[in-house]
């Protein structure tokens, strides 16, 4: 069965340094891989979607990822975190089979920004 | 850009109450997902849809049902509301075809059971 693995619930940087956020997936054939947001009381936001067209995807924000399919991985990094970043990321893989493309999410990342 | 949209920022409902949890989505999309989220667990996905009065159980359906009578309007019921039912709810929608079944997500809607 498919999954998603978000290591470390919690990540803490400072404001200005790099921030990067965990997610491997286990997924018998190229993944559809996901990154989203949530600011505190809201919905989630894509931030960026790998879909095999190029291994460094850009988002919005600053963010990128980079899928590497030996390591089964699709960390999430920004070089220059700002207090504006603060908020919940969720890695997603999209399901296998079916035409209603169910997304398995991770359990979460929270990123604090410390000034 | 796609919106979606949820009845209630947030409710308060009593223990034994019928709830209903409305979303509306005006991108014509095929899809459309309730899912809870509680702290430490993420995201879990309740009940899905993937047409007009289609409707598929998720991971966590006991003690919810749905209603899709029209393309764009999914709602969640809680038959009986009980107090492990305060939570976050997330409504979300996608295309069925040629996307990558990205989805789209409402406010939520913050619900607690007294």
């Known amino acids: 069965a498919q999954s998603v693995t978000q290591l470390g619930s919690h990540v803490s940087v400072s404001e200005g340094a790099l921030v990067l956020l965990r997610c491997n997936y286990s997924?018998?054939?190229?993944?559809?891989l996901f990154w989203y947001v949530q600011y505190p009381n809201q919905g989630l936001q894509l931030l960026l979607k790998y879909t095999s067209a190029a291994t460094l995807v850009k988002g919005i924000n600053g963010f990128e990822a980079e899928f590497k399919k030996s390591e089964t991985s699709f960390h999430l990094t920004k070089p220059s975190a700002h207090m504006s970043d603060a908020a919940e990321y969720f890695c997603?893989?999209?399901?296998?089979?079916?035409?209603?493309?169910?997304?398995?999410f991770g359990k979460g990342t929270k990123l604090s920004v410390k000034p | 850009d796609v919106k979606v949209t949820q009845s209630s920022r947030y409710l308060v409902k009593r223990t034994g109450e019928k709830v209903f949890l409305e979303c509306v989505q005006d991108?014509?999309?095929?899809?459309m997902f309730w899912y809870r989220q509680d702290p430490g667990l993420g995201l879990r996905l309740i009940y899905f849809?993937?047409?007009?009065?289609?409707?598929e159980k998720g991971d966590i359906p006991e003690g919810y049902s749905v209603s899709r009578e029209k393309k764009e309007r999914f709602s969640l019921i809680l038959e009986s509301a009980s107090t492990n039912q305060t939570s976050m709810y997330l409504c979300a929608s996608s295309q069925s075809r040629g996307s990558y079944n990205e989805q789209f997500f409402g406010p939520g809607t913050r619900l607690t059971v007294l």
């Open positions: 991108m014509d999309h095929e899809n």
């Open positions: 849809s993937y047409d007009v009065k289609m409707k």
């Open positions: 997924s018998s054939v190229p993944p559809y």
């Open positions: 997603a893989v999209r399901e296998l089979g079916g035409s209603q493309g169910n997304l398995i």
